[in-house]
C-alpha cells in the first residue's frame, strides 16, 4: 500500500469539505457533490504525488469532481430518460475552471456548513462519524473502515445511507440558525470527541493500520477553533484533546499493557501539547459561559501540570467535578469524583459515594474497577481482589482485562507474601469461575 | 484457504486455574505470548481476523418464539459449562499450516510457564464454488 507523500494527503484532507461546500451549493445535492469529491480525492491522490499537485488544486478538484457530477448525472439521464432532477443540474461552465471569485470566505463557512450537516441530529453517532471522516476530514472510505475495523463495504453503506437520511430529513445546506445554534454545535462537538475518544481507547497497544482517529479529531477541533475562535467550549474541547493526548505516549508500556495516570513516566508527555492545552483553557475559561468540555480540559490540565502523581491538587480536580456535576448529567462522572474524593477526604468517603451508584452505573465494569481501586487504598486488599476481578471479567476491552486482571493477581501475589511458599498462582481458594485469556485480538 | 481457529473454553476440561488468579509474570508472559503470535502471522500474511470475546457474564441468548416476542436470556449462565472465548481466522495453503498454527495457539503459557494444552477447534470456512473449466 503506498501513501502520497504527506503534504499531499493533507492539502486534500483541508480541501476536501471546501470543494464539497461548492459543489453541493451548486448543484444542491449533497449526496452527489460528496460522492465526486471522493472519486477526485482518489484521482488526486494518484496522480498529483505522480505529475505534481497542480497550480491550482482547490480549482482542480472542482473541476474533476464537478466533471464527475456530469457524468455521473449523464448516466442517470441515459438510464432513466430525463427526470425532472436531471436537467437543471448540468452546469453550463462545466468545463471551466471556476474563477479565483470562489473567495476564501465561502469556503472557510462551507467547511462549518458541512460539519453541520455531517453532524446532524437525525443521523446515529455512527454514522455521523463516519460521514464526518469522509466529507469533512477527506478521508477515503477505505481508511475509515480500517480504522473502525470493519469491512469497507460496509463503511462504504453506513456512510451512503447517512446521506440517504441527511436528504429525506431535508435538512438544507446552510448554516443554523440562532436558534439552533448551541445545540447543533453541541451535536459536532460531540461526534468530534467520540472520534477523539475512538482513537485514544484503540491506541493501547500496537494496533496494526489503525488511521489515527485522536490525531484526526484534534486536527478537526483545531479546524474549527480556528473558524469560531470565540466559542469557550470549542476551545476547551480542543484543550481536552490536547492535554489528554498528550498524556499517550506513556498510557503504554513495552508490553503493550496499560500504565495507570499515577504511575505513567511524566518525562514522557508531550509538553508542547500540555502548553498549548493550558493556553487554550486558560483563555477560555475567563470568558465564559463554561461547559462540560471546558471544566474537563481543566481537570486534565491540574493533572498534567502535577509534576508526579503525589504533588497533584485533588481538592482543586475534586472542586472541579463538583463544577461537572452540576453542569453535566453523565454517570461515569460519578465515579471520577468518587476517586477524587477518595483523593482529598480518604478512600471511606470516596466508597461511601459509591454505596448507591445510579443505575446506569449497576454491572458497568468500571464501577467495580473504581471500587476496587478504593478498596486498595483503604488496604482491603480482599475486597479489592475481588473487585478488580469482576471487572476484569465485565470490561470489554482486552488491555483493560489485563491490567485488571494483572492489578488483582498482585495484591494476591503480596497477600501470598506474607507466606511465601511461591507455590500456586496465589488466593486459589475462591476460584468461582474459571476462564481463559482470550488473548486472541491483536492489540 | 480460510480457516477459524476456535478457542473453546471447557470449565470441565481445563486443568488451570482461570486468568485472574495466576501471579502477574504469568499473566504478563501469557500476554506478550499472544502478542508475538498475532504479529507473526500478520507478518507471515495469514492473518486474516483475531477476536476475543468478553466473559460470558455480559452475553445473551435470543431465540425467536414462534412469531411472537424473542426471549432473551440473560448471562450469566450457571449451566453452561464451554463458551467460545475468542478466535483466529487465517488464510494458509494447507490444513497442515492450520493445525501447526493451532498448536502453538494450544500451547500458550499458563501457571508455571507451563502450557495450557487448550483445545483449538480447526475449521475450514466454506468459499466460493471452483471456477467453471
Known amino acids: ?443 | 484457504m480460510k480457516y477459524m481457529l476456535l478457542m473453546q473454553f471447557s470449565q470441565e476440561n481445563a486443568d488451570f486455574p482461570g486468568l485472574d488468579q495466576w501471579k502477574p509474570e504469568e499473566i504478563q508472559a501469557h500476554v506478550r505470548f499472544m502478542q508475538r503470535t498475532n504479529a507473526d502471522l500478520a507478518a507471515a500474511g495469514e492473518l486474516v481476523d483475531a477476536q476475543g470475546l468478553a466473559m460470558p457474564e455480559t452475553a445473551r441468548i435470543v431465540r425467536s418464539h414462534g412469531g411472537g416476542a424473542p426471549v432473551v436470556t440473560e448471562g450469566p449462565f450457571p449451566e453452561s459449562k464451554e463458551w467460545v472465548a475468542g478466535w483466529w481466522i487465517v488464510d494458509c495453503d494447507t490444513e497442515r499450516r492450520a493445525i501447526e498454527i493451532a498448536a502453538a495457539v494450544s500451547a500458550a503459557p499458563g501457571p508455571g510457564g507451563r502450557p495450557l494444552d487448550m483445545p483449538i477447534e480447526v475449521r475450514q470456512i466454506m468459499a466460493a464454488p471452483p471456477a467453471e473449466l
Open chain 1, 1 to 443: 500500500m503506498t501513501s502520497p507523500a504527506p503534504s499531499v494527503e493533507d492539502l486534500l484532507r483541508k480541501l476536501a469539505p471546501q470543494v464539497v461546500g461548492v459543489l453541493t451549493r451548486r448543484y444542491g445535492d449533497f449526496a452527489a457533490a460528496e460522492d465526486a469529491v471522493q472519486e477526485a480525492l482518489l484521482d488526486a491522490v494518484t496522480q498529483w504525488p505522480a505529475e505534481g499537485a497542480p497550480r491550482n488544486p482547490r480549482g482542480w478538484l472542482i473541476q474533476v469532481a464537478g466533471r464527475r457530477m456530469t457524468e455521473q448525472v449523464r448516466s442517470e439521464q441515459a438510464r432513466r430518460r430525463r427526470e425532472e432532477l436531471v436537467a437543471g443540474s448540468v452546469p453550463e461552465d462545466r468545463r471551466c475552471v471556476p474563477g479565483a471569485d470562489a473567495g476564501d470566505e465561502g469556503s472557510r463557512d462551507d467547511t462549518l456548513t458541512l460539519l453541520f450537516l455531517c453532524c446532524h441530529p437525525v443521523l446515529s453517532p455512527a454514522s455521523a462519524i463516519a460521514l464526518t471522516l469522509r466529507s469533512v476530514g477527506g478521508l477515503t472510505t477505505g481508511e475509515i473502515a480500517r480504522a473502525f475495523l470493519v469491512p469497507e463495504a460496509t463503511m462504504g453503506q453506513r456512510i451512503s445511507r447517512a446521506k440517504q437520511r441527511i436528504k429525506a430529513s431535508g435538512a438544507p445546506f446552510r448554516m443554523p440558525g440562532a436558534a439552533q445554534w448551541p445545540a447543533r454545535l453541541d451535536a459536532v462537538l460531540h461526534v468530534l470527541y467520540l472520534i477523539f475518544n475512538e482513537g485514544y481507547a484503540g491506541s493501547a497497544g500496537p494496533e496494526l493500520r489503525r488511521v489515527e482517529l485522536s490525531r484526526e479529531a484534534i486536527r478537526l477541533t483545531r479546524a474549527v477553533h480556528a473558524l469560531l475562535p470565540h466559542d469557550g467550549e470549542v476551545a476547551g474541547l480542543l484543550a481536552l484533546m490536547l492535554l489528554t493526548e498528550a498524556r499517550g505516549p506513556a498510557r503504554t508500556g513495552p508490553d503493550g499493557e496499560l500504565v495507570p495516570l499515577a504511575q505513567q513516566d511524566r518525562g514522557r508527555w508531550d509538553a508542547a501539547a500540555i502548553a498549548e492545552g493550558i493556553a487554550l483553557i486558560t483563555a477560555a475559561l475567563p470568558r465564559g459561559p463554561v461547559g462540560p468540555y471546558q471544566v474537563q480540559a481543566a481537570i486534565a490540565a491540574v493533572h498534567d501540570e502535577a509534576a508526579s502523581a503525589a504533588e497533584t491538587d485533588w481538592p482543586q480536580i475534586l472542586a472541579l467535578y463538583g463544577v461537572l456535576a452540576r453542569i453535566s448529567e453523565n454517570p461515569l462522572i460519578t465515579l471520577n469524583r468518587a476517586v477524587a474524593t477518595a483523593m482529598v477526604h480518604g478512600p471511606a468517603a470516596g466508597l461511601a459515594l459509591l454505596a448507591d451508584p445510579p443505575p446506569m452505573l449497576a454491572g458497568h465494569y468500571r464501577l467495580y474497577a473504581v471500587r476496587a481501586h478504593l478498596h486498595e487504598l483503604a488496604g482491603d486488599h480482599e475486597a479489592a481482589i475481588a473487585d478488580y476481578r469482576t471487572a476484569a471479567r465485565r470490561t470489554a476491552s482486552l488491555p483493560e482485562r489485563h491490567h485488571l486482571s494483572l492489578r488483582a493477581a498482585r495484591l494476591a501475589a503480596t497477600a501470598d507474601a506474607g507466606a511465601e511458599a511461591g507455590t500456586g498462582a496465589g488466593a486459589d481458594t475462591g476460584a468461582e469461575r474459571k476462564g481463559p485469556c482470550a488473548s486472541s485480538r491483536p492489540e
